[in-house]
């Protein structure tokens, strides 16, 4: 597991490029690494996410989602309610994942980017409201792989 992690974000607002930006490790103390419970849900090799922040879901296997490829819609237990997230990728062709604000295979929009072994317990910590960021808390809708963030 990568001790150091970052969150890119990158936006794209009708077809213009706004920028983007890189968030780096241990600004927050409160965010913490995957606990025990998250690790047994979130294998080796899948990008997972979880409706509340500690990586918790609301019970069941509802609030929560794990995935091995991407996704261009997460459905109606996690869109646009995620706060915790990890990327448990493993070394391989890809291994960063971006997270889309939008739905379907045009994967255009809003994202933010993480790289393998990077997590958030609570990504509010990443992106607090008002600081010229969009808000990523209860936000994301699908992901895919890429090579690079
Ligand atoms: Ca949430």
Known sequence: MNKFRSVAIGLTVSGLAAGS??????????????T????????DGYFCAWKDADY????????RGRWEGSDTNWGIDINNKATSFWNNGTA???GD???YNGTGSDWGGSSFCLTR???W???RQAAPEGAGRPDLNDWGS?????SSC
């Open 21 to 34: 930006m890189l968030l780096s490790a241990g600004q927050a103390a409160a965010d913490g690494p995957p």
């Open 36 to 43: 025990s419970s998250a690790k047994a849900w979130c294998w």
């Open 56 to 63: 918790k879901p609301t019970s069941g296997e509802a609030g």
């Open 92 to 94: 391989g062709t890809f």
């Open 97 to 99: 994942v971006r997270v």
């Open 117 to 119: 072994g990077s997590w």
């Open 121 to 123: 317990s609570d990504i």
């Open 142 to 146: 699908s992901h895919r792989w890429v």
